[in-house]
């Protein structure tokens, strides 16, 4: 499968010098498989995972990233609360939504509170990675 918008990630991280970092931040150990999966399929990122919104913010807290997905219906520490704490402590991190059940009123807080953009699972790869690209041009 040919995605040009993989030639432009795969060009973008050449020109900086380096990969982009990128965390994936999810409850679901197959969604984040899959994501990080999709990162794989070139050496324009690093990517590391997070399981649950406090070891998230911990993570943000202790690295730097290019970009952060995350998903919105958590245990313990809602997508939300999440959001709104690395936008404290990494405020000009773009911070992708994905979601498999969130209602329009949540979708519309994490707009609020610096969601870059939001998707729906199930998402299809190029669609991931279009998003991504678009939100790493910024």
Known sequence: MKMPVL???VAMAKD???PF???IVDD???VREVFRDFCDLTDAFNVELATDGNEAVRMVRE???DLITLDLI???MSGLDVLTQIKEVAPRVPVMVITGNATEKLVKQAGVLGACRVMYKPVLLESFIAEMTSALER
Request: cysteine-free; overall charge negative; aromatic content about 12%.
């Open 7 to 9: 030639d432009k990630l």
């Open 16 to 18: 900086r010098g380096q």
């Open 21 to 23: 970092n990128v965390l």
């Open 28 to 30: 679901e150990k197959w």
């Open 63 to 65: 690295s730097d990233y």
């Open 74 to 76: 958590m245990p313990e």
